[in-house]
């Protein structure tokens, strides 16, 4: 009897030993899934409509724990967005570049911090492409959409009288007021307004909860923390890309294939040479990548207007991608 006993009691201490055991690992597998759920990477996409009459993709990576902050710096990006749309677009009435445009001579127009950011850099930009790059040229601009409209092209004296206003030095910039010489002087702000608003939207979506970032507006893009392969596409072959890898930086492309004048059965290019007033005749399409998105906009027309010579004036860290000629 007591060899039976002594025989239940230890087995009695097995069984106990079990129960804890699978109890313990049951509490460790918890523990497991629980780290590993919430460390688990998701990337969230957000496509908003209506921004800059395109389209739009906004990303970023993040750990599952902090999906409710993604979600936060994704509605703030949008916003941002579309804020830098209202102040910069010559396409909206109310943007404060419109204001600009439209006002009389000697009017100061006070600017938001960010239009006159976009002003000063411009301004830098036309020096450091000896005037290739010129947001200045909206006269011209205008006379050869005008031409488009009326079928007839711009004659020597309308063009010379639009170059005349088409000059940084009819414009005065203050700390937070730009002054216009001339009523006639406008600005255009394709080649740079988007480009920067892209790097604002992902400055905004950057933090230390955030793994990776992009941005990407009708095609033009920036990556923070990121590294992703960009197709290209050849505008004389629809069905040919070309492709290269972004890292940390931004991307745009510039050209004449999707937006043209056309007068009497010709094509001419929307973008304008400003040291001659007229359509570019180089290039169908140019790709920059850079540091940044305002860089690589901003590059990406300049080049189209200086031709190949152009890629000995690109700043460290920008390259053309890609330089499609006629």
């Known amino acids: 009897m007591t060899l039976i006993a002594e025989h239940?009691?230890?087995?009695?201490?097995?069984?106990?030993?079990?129960?804890?055991?699978v109890g313990l690992a049951v509490l460790v597998g918890f523990a497991i899934h629980h780290v590993s759920q919430s460390s688990k990477i998701d990337t969230l996409e957000r496509h908003p409509e209506g921004i800059m009459g395109t389209s739009c993709t906004l990303a970023v990576s993040v750990s599952w724990k902090d999906r409710n902050v993604a979600e936060q710096k994704l509605d703030a990006a949008e916003k941002i967005l579309r804020e830098c749309e209202l102040l910069t677009s010559t396409w909206l009435e109310t943007s404060e570049i419109s204001r600009f445009n439209s006002a009389p001579a000697g009017e100061p127009i006070p600017l938001s911090p960010f239009t006159m950011e976009c002003f000063r850099k411009a301004q830098k930009a036309y020096q450091e492409t000896d005037g290739a790059f010129d947001i200045t040229c909206g006269p011209v601009w205008e006379l050869w959409k005008k031409g488009a409209e009326e079928n007839q092209?711009?004659?020597?004296?309308?063009?010379?009288?639009?170059?005349?206003?088409?000059?940084?030095?009819?414009?005065?910039?203050?700390?937070?007021?730009?002054?216009k010489k001339n009523a006639a002087t406008r600005v255009v702000t394709g080649g740079i307004a988007k480009g920067m608003a892209i790097d604002k939207a992902l400055a905004t979506l950057m933090g230390p909860e955030i793994v990776s970032a992009m941005v990407e507006v009708g095609g033009d893009m920036a990556l923070w923390k990121n590294q992703r392969p960009v197709e290209i596409r050849n505008p004389k072959e629809e069905s040919a890309t070309t492709e290269c890898v972004l890292s940390d930086g931004g991307l745009c492309t510039s050209g004449d294939y999707a937006r043209f004048f056309e007068i009497d059965g010709q094509k001419y290019s929307q973008i304008i040479d400003p040291r001659t007033s007229r359509p570019v005749t180089f290039f169908t399409s140019v790709t920059v990548s850079a540091p940044d998105a305002t860089t690589a906009d901003i590059w990406a027309t300049a080049l189209c207007v200086l031709g190949p010579e152009g890629e000995k004036r690109l700043p460290d860290g920008t390259q053309a991608q890609q330089l499609l000629q006629h």
């Open 8 to 21: 239940q009691k230890f087995t009695w201490k097995q069984y106990l030993a079990q129960v804890a055991f």
């Open 153 to 179: 092209l711009p004659t020597e004296t309308a063009l010379a009288q639009a170059r005349n206003a088409s000059c940084w030095a009819n414009i005065t910039l203050g700390e937070n007021f730009a002054v």
